[in-house]
């Protein structure tokens, strides 16, 4: 997916230390964050507690800041401002983890896996993936599912997914709340 237009402007906005363009950035790519960094961290069965998932993602967006922007200004935009994000989240969120001591470890049934498929995961492990975010769809309505798939898998706005689905733009953050709210218990063994 190519970069789109909201990204394209929140990121020239960013680099040009526009006011309240960092807020909006947070705001839009904070959810993100989370959710790498809390598959990280369930990829290696280890339990944060919420401060150390925190701590984590203080650490990657520090990390977009940190020499005037330099991880956004090497931003080519040949993927969606999203995928590069996941990509240099992950990378963050792995070696803080590897710094750390191990905390407590979860047991194989009690890590919930609800991930995406990674082009840099071994193939069993991506079909894994995509097999348990397909389960985890599956128990959604079709409206939830699609609302999922177009905010988390495709990066797209709020404004863009009311404009392909006709749901008031106000109503997609309930619709994901919820939906969230259902895969969570699904993933929950």
Not at 11 to 29: G, H, I, T, Y
Not at 77 to 102: D, E, F, H, N, W
Not at 107 to 131: F, G, I, K, M, S
Request: hydrophobic share 40%; aromatic share 4%; proline share 4%.
């Amino acid at each position: 997916m190519a970069l789109s237009e909201l990204d394209r402007n929140l990121l020239q906005r960013c680099l040009s230390r526009k006011p309240r363009a960092w807020e909006d950035f947070v705001d839009r790519f904070m959810g993100l964050v989370v959710h790498v960094v809390r598959h990280s961290a369930q990829a290696r069965n280890l339990r944060l507690t919420p401060e150390d998932r925190d701590d984590l993602c203080a650490e990657v967006f520090l990390a977009i800041i940190n020499d005037d922007f330099a991880l956004l200004r090497n931003f080519r935009g040949q993927s969606s401002l999203a995928t590069y994000l996941t990509v240099v989240a992950r990378r963050i969120a792995v070696k803080a983890l590897l710094k750390r001591k191990p905390a407590v470890r979860l047991d194989r049934q009690n890590a919930a896996d609800q991930t995406v498929a990674d082009p840099h995961l071994p193939a069993e492990r991506q079909l894994a993936d995509r097999e348990q975010v397909d389960r985890l769809l599956g128990g959604l309505k079709d409206s939830e599912a699609r609302v999922v798939r177009m905010f988390h898998l495709e990066g797209k706005s709020y404004q863009e997914i009311s404009e392909a689905t006709g749901v008031p733009e106000n109503s997609i953050g309930p619709i994901l709340s919820r939906a969230r709210d259902k895969m969570r218990q699904a993933g929950v063994h």
